[in-house]
């Protein structure tokens, strides 16, 4: 970053303003958007305007329509876009030595996916929480409907620092910030010595407790403190490595979890390969070598299907990190389906209803037998029906395939890498399917980012199936978590773990009584589906 900041100052003197005006085709006035300047090897972020906000990890800048930036005389390209939705532009300029030049670039939508219900979030928000006009401008420069910042991480409060009246604020009627929302993060250390990163939207006060420590209490604690306070609350994990999530999760606290987090960057992906600051690694895995390639998104995918098979029922989500990585708002996200007009309330029901998918680019729509993702259907294993799966997959980007994926295990795949389209790729994938057990069944796309060439996707919620009102119980995956938290109690036991020996018995105990609940869940499998 300071190489490019040098690089521009040396060319200032013989800069000049370019103007330029931004607006969605086929309407009037100003349409708010993401922009930079690339001058030769310089990406310029910083305009002149002082209603734009740069954002310097990502090297770009909102505003709420149009702006004005000093750029070197003659040719430069802006670059210009909004959101998941729209058709990026990057249009080249030839800029006048005068300071005349005028741009108007107008941004055509792809797909209008609120006009079908389907409302964007980026559930990982650490930029502008005390600034309600910039997190504004954000929610529609980004097209973001709905954008929970965290006005507290890692910071144990008794109230927030905002007033009740403008805890929820619109942009327009379909863009809208919260901010009663925080980030409990404890990270770091050697393979499962993290707690964790827990997220909580939507509480009346936050997550308060007196005494804390950088690993006590563990987060399943804090997260039953934050369902005592309201079980409408919406609780997530950025990824499910985090070591104690194991154990938040056997607690039943858990909502959802992120499949495109925050370590999908436009240009690469991060911490790909051996994970990193305490999550649980891949010894305990029953191939470890089998994840050399492409760990981080195999695993992520991994763990979350090894919880729904122990019968936990976890939304897909996907959020960003903007204001930590560098990515702008939205570039990880959620959509959920809402009936009616779209409001933070209705947005975490949703989200708890498994009515989701999460995309770091496709738009990925399913249904079973006309039901949205997160529907339960409950069979008799005499006379069983087929049940119907549809997908719609739209994308403006090349797709390398569409996957149907029960129980952990893909069952149908249609692949799509080099199929040729111009503007939009639209793919119908169907399947008829009978449950032969208690499960579940998601679809998903990947794709390869253009930069690194590392696995992207968009993912969705499961549809859960219910076969004679038995449980969903996979002994493999239950025994996977045991092998988990046996790891997280020799951490525990280590010397300097926590502070004294009642925390580290406190601890133990959760951890054991989590041991238990997935040793229950192996039972069942045995006992029930005969494992």
Excluded at 184 to 192: T, V
Excluded at 250 to 258: L, P, T, Y
Excluded at 347 to 375: C, H, N, Q, W
Excluded at 402 to 424: A, D, H, T
């Amino acid at each position: 970053m300071a190489v490019l900041f040098i690089s521009v100052q040396c060319i200032a003197a013989e800069q000049v303003v370019l103007r330029v005006a931004v607006t969605e085709k086929g309407k009037d006035g100003p349409l708010p958007c993401r922009a930079w300047v690339q001058a030769g090897d310089d990406r310029l972020f910083e305009p002149i305007s002082p209603d734009a906000t740069p954002y310097a990890k990502d090297r770009s800048f909102s505003c709420d329509g149009s702006f004005d930036i000093k750029v070197p005389a003659g040719q430069v390209t802006v670059h210009v876009e909004r959101g998941k939705e729209y058709y990026p532009v990057d249009r080249v300029v030839d800029v006048a030595e005068d300071g005349s030049t005028q741009v108007d670039i107008k941004l055509e939508r792809w797909i209008d996916m609120a006009a079908d219900g389907w409302y964007s979030a980026d559930l990982h928000v650490h930029f502008g929480s005390d600034k309600l006009d910039v997190l504004k401008q954000l929610a529609l420069a980004d097209d973001v409907n709905w954008v929970p910042a965290f006005s507290y991480w890692n910071q144990f409060e008794k109230d927030w620092p905002h007033s009740p009246e403008n805890e929820h604020v619109f942009a327009d009627p379909t863009h809208f910030v919260s901010r009663a929302n925080e980030e409990i993060e404890r990270i770091g250390g050697g393979p499962f010595e993290s707690v964790g990163a827990l997220f909580i939207f939507g509480l009346p006060k936050p997550v308060y407790v007196e005494k804390h420590t950088h690993t006590f209490p563990p987060d399943a604690v804090l997260a039953g403190i934050a369902k005592k306070m309201d079980r409408k609350c919406l609780i997530d994990t950025d990824k499910p490595l985090w070591a104690e999530n194991v154990v938040t999760m056997a607690m039943g606290h858990f909502d959802s979890v992120q499949v495109c987090h925050n370590h999908y960057h436009r240009e690469q992906t991060i911490h790909d390969a051996g994970l990193c600051c305490g999550m649980a690694s891949s010894v305990i895995e029953e191939e470890p070598e089998r994840y050399a390639e492409e760990e981080l998104f195999h695993r992520t995918n991994g763990v979350y299907y090894r919880w729904l098979n122990c019968g936990f029922r976890l939304a897909a989500t996907g959020g960003s990190a903007i204001g930590v990585m560098a990515v702008p708002l939205g570039y990880n996200r959620t959509y959920a389906y809402i009936s009616g007009e779209p409001t933070p309330e209705k947005y975490i029901e949703a989200v708890r209803d498994g009515r989701t998918f999460a995309t770091s680019g496709p738009m990925l729509r399913t249904k079973a037998d006309d039901m949205l993702p997160g529907a339960t259907i409950r069979f008799k294993s005499r006379g069983l029906a087929a049940i119907k799966i549809e997908t719609v997959l739209e994308s403006i980007e090349p797709i390398e395939s569409i996957e149907y994926v029960l129980n952990g295990v893909v069952v149908r795949r249609s692949m799509l890498r080099g199929k040729k389209f111009e503007g939009v790729l639209r793919e119908q994938f169907n399947m008829n399917f009978r449950p032969q057990r208690s499960g579940w069944l998601l679809c998903r796309a990947t794709y390869r980012n253009p930069h690194d060439g590392k696995l992207r996707q968009a993912h969705t919620s499961p549809f859960y199936f219910e076969v004679d009102r038995k449980p969903t119980a996979f002994r493999k995956d239950a025994e996977y978590m045991i092998r988990w938290i046996d790891e997280l109690l020799k951490v525990a036991a280590k010397p300097d773990r926590y502070e004294n020996e009642e925390q580290r018995r406190e601890a133990i105990k959760l951890f054991n009584e989590a041991r238990q609940v997935y040793t229950n869940i192996a039972n069942d499998a045995t006992r029930i589906w005969g494992d």
